[in-house]
Nanobody
Framework: QVQLVESGGGLVQPGGSLRLSCATS????????IGWFRQAPGKEREGVSC????????YYTDSVKGRFTISRDNAKNTVYLQMNSLKPEDTAVYYC?????????????????WGQGTQVTVSS
């Protein structure tokens, strides 16, 4: 079965960095786009970043451009989200999810399989 497991979250001070990992199994990662989403308490789920399947084209929401970098290692079946210059407003549970068509759609409803999430807390 398709599984995605996020890791790498934790508590970090403002300005610090974290690298999240999304370990996948049960499918060939090469043919899927992987999106990162986050949800803070009382807020709607927000798309953060996505990496497409074939060309590795990346997308970022405006609030994280220049600070976050998404990458994939298909041999390891893993997608990463490097988060630098973290801000308190980045605090959320971060999820990775699959777009099975590999196209990084803007609509989160297009993503089929989701991980359990990893907590990121940015605070002094």
């Amino acid at each position: 079965q398709v599984q995605l497991v996020e890791s790498g979250g934790g508590l970090v001070q403002p300005g610090g960095s974290l690298r999240l990992s999304c370990a996948t199994s049960g499918f060939t990662l090469d043919y899927y786009a992987i999106g990162w989403f986050r949800q803070a308490p009382g807020k709607e789920r927000e798309g953060v970043s996505c990496i497409s399947s074939s060309d590795g084209i990346t997308y970022y929401t405006d609030s994280v451009k220049g600070r976050f970098t998404i990458s994939r290692d298909n041999a390891k079946n893993t997608v990463y989200l490097q988060m630098n210059s973290l801000k308190p407003e980045d605090t959320a549970v971060y999820y990775c999810a699959t777009d099975n068509f590999g196209l990084c759609p803007s609509d989160g409803l297009r993503y089929v399989s989701w991980g359990q999430g990893t907590q990121v807390t940015v605070s002094s």
